[in-house]
Nanobody, 131 residues
Framework: QVQLVESGGGLVQAGGSLRLSCVAS????????MGWFRQAPGKEREFVAA????????FHADSVKGRFTISRDNAKNSVYLQMNSLKPEDTAVYYC????????????????????????WGQGTQVTVSS
């Protein structure tokens, strides 16, 4: 199995920034598609951002475009989510996910937004944004 461990969550004031990290096990991390999802209390888990095996291919939810940036460092088996200009509505548990099996080099935005495309999930890290 692939193990995913998120870190970097916390409490921040509106307008502030946080950087989430996710470290994955395995020696073929560069072959994984990676995503970030979030879930607020009483709501379904929703897509935030994704990065393909080709790190130049990224997608971000409309609600976070221009504020959040996903990136990866294959040498460190890590994926990151830089979150700037945080808003109270960004408050949620943020989950890292890995598309390990048959991950495409490139696919449509819709592919990366579907929870079912990801094979492994981290335990999540809480992000709380105060107003």
């Amino acid at each position: 199995q692939v193990q995913l461990v998120e870190s970097g969550g916390g409490l921040v004031q509106a307008g502030g920034s946080l950087r989430l990290s996710c470290v994955a096990s395995g020696r073929i991390f560069s072959s994984y598609g990676m995503g970030w999802f979030r879930q607020a209390p009483g709501k379904e888990r929703e897509f935030v951002a994704a990065i393909s095996r080709n790190p130049s291919i990224t997608f971000h939810a409309d609600s976070v475009k221009g504020r959040f940036t996903i990136s990866r460092d294959n040498a460190k088996n890590s994926v990151y989510l830089q979150m700037n200009s945080l808003k109270p509505e960004d408050t949620a548990v943020y989950y890292c996910a890995a598309d390990v099996e048959n991950a495409p080099l490139y696919s449509s935005r819709g592919y990366y937004t579907r929870l079912g495309e990801y094979d492994y999930w981290g335990q999540g890290t809480q992000v709380t944004v105060s107003s």
